[in-house]
């Protein structure tokens, strides 16, 4: 109460800043399950048990051939991970603390902080899942190649750098609406199911059907990773910069919505989640 605070340097202030992001993170990760190395198992096991799925589906309904030459799991996992990291981010940054939340109490605490620190934890989990997973599919497996691995893995990063701005949006509006962006972001992933394309392969799309799924980021980052990790594909009906900039339209307007919202914030919010 009567503690004086003492002002700090640029430098201090943006070491205390990243400290605070950093044990955000780790709260963070460890919502999903106390132990964060069973947190990270558990997320192996779902992208496992979705690649798993989708081979079986595929073998069963004979569409193995029309997918690219190469190898197949390879082409499966291009789809899943960039799918799940897309989907669990947007989930992720939606359900942020909000300006009502109690850890806003907190002084150096703010919106900005839990979103960044949501958006960062959600991909540090991805980004190990990615990892292991190719490493032990490498290494028991097969061994594979990547023609292009640093642009496949600039496509990675703008999956969940678009997600990162749909989040936004959506966690701006949630104090005002929180059943809608419930309902909304459970809508959202699951249309993505099949709206993200993980599924075919969009240069054998006829036009009709192109215009069914150009609209959605996602669709573009895993067709432009295809091309990049196989090099026999080249993306004709995608576009890399497409998502770039809808990412950073949609993660300004979030930007503008979420300034607003905290200007606007009451505790009386908190009940209604």
């Known amino acids: 109460m009567f503690e004086q605070v003492k002002p700090k340097s640029r430098t201090k202030s943006a070491f205390s800043i990243l400290e605070l992001i950093y044990h955000s993170i780790v709260r963070d990760v460890r919502k999903s399950h106390g132990n964060a190395l069973m947190a990270l198992m558990m997320n192996i096991l779902q992208a496992v048990v979705f690649i798993g799925a989708f081979y079986f589906m595929f073998t069963v309904l004979g569409l193995r051939g029309a997918a690219l030459r190469g190898d197949f799991l390879l082409y499966i996992m291009s789809g899943i991970f960039l799918f799940l990291t897309h989907i669990k981010t947007v989930a992720a940054v939606a359900g942020a603390e909000g300006p009502s939340s109690p850890m806003m109490k907190h002084a150096p605490m703010n919106t900005v902080i839990s979103v960044t620190a949501s958006a960062l934890g959600s991909l540090y989990m991805q980004f190990l899942t990615l990892v292991i997973v190719l490493f032990v599919y490498h290494v028991a497996i097969t061994p594979f190649e990547i023609d292009e691995p640093f642009k496949a893995m600039g496509a990675f990063l703008l999956a969940w750098f678009t997600a990162v701005g749909v989040g936004v949006i959506l966690f701006a509006i949630?104090?005002?609406?929180?059943?809608?962006?419930?309902?909304?972001?459970?809508?959202?992933?699951?249309?993505?199911?099949?709206?993200?394309?993980?599924?075919?392969?969009?240069?054998?799309?006829?036009s009709y059907m192109l215009a069914m799924f150009d609209w959605n980021p996602l669709f573009h980052c895993i067709d432009q990773a295809r091309g990049f990790v196989f090099i026999n594909y080249f993306p004709r009906n995608s576009s890399i910069e497409y998502p770039l900039y809808l990412g950073l339209i949609l993660l300004m307007i979030g930007l503008l919505g979420e300034f607003y919202t905290r200007q606007q914030a009451s505790l009386s919010w908190e009940a209604r989640r």
């Open 174 to 206: 949630k104090p005002w609406f929180p059943g809608f962006v419930q309902t909304f972001t459970t809508i959202y992933q699951r249309a993505n199911m099949i709206a993200s394309g993980k599924m075919f392969v969009a240069n054998t799309l006829p």
